[in-house]
């Protein structure tokens, strides 16, 4: 069995490297989407996040993730509520993946997508830590088009995660997604056949 975390920053490009290793074979284990999961009505942090956050994020009896980001990518305090409430919940479901994998019979790659990786420790249970990078200006424009935000608002976002430059340092592999993503998918490739099939020969 062999793990790896991905792990990035804004719009830098992590979704599409962990869909790339999915379609050669690998098991991906999305935190963003656990995330969201338990964020939904019945899910472990939906009653949480509206305790504290109040019911102006609602729609309905659905949670408006738009009108929660704004919140608390404007106010570091409140992020740092959000991620106290969702984090735990992200990491012990993750957790219970990865020893269910690792207790397997069978041979897998198992991608563990975590943006906040090594905020979380959860680097530590990985074998190899990859990190996705772009340039500054390709996250902000990313992020303006996939989020429909505004330039500020993109930098404030990128301003209050840890900065990429430290993520790389601590990186076994830099995935350079500045270019094409036939180059990503090429880089993609190149290490799946560096650490997983010369592994199983």
Known sequence: MVFLGITGSLSTGKTSVSLFFKELGAKVLDADKIAHDQMKKGGACYDQIIKKFGKDI??????????????????????????DIVHPVVKLAIGQEIRRYSNSKKEHLVVV????????????????????????????????????????????????QMPLREKIRLADIIIDNSRSLIE???????????????KKK
């Open 58 to 83: 609602l729609d309905g009896d659905k949670i408006n993730r738009k009108k929660l980001a704004d919140i608390v990518f404007n106010d570091k305090v409140k992020l740092n509520k959000l991620v």
């Open 184 to 198: 990503t998918k090429k880089q993609v490739k190149e290490i799946w056949q560096k650490i997983y099939l010369k």
């Open 113 to 160: 997508d975590v943006p906040l990786l090594f905020e979380s420790n959860l680097h530590r249970y990985v074998d190899w830590i990859i990190v996705v990078k772009a340039t500054r200006q390709q996250q902000i424009e990313r992020a303006v088009e996939k989020f429909k935000i505004s330039r500020q608002q993109a930098i404030s976002r990128i301003k209050m």
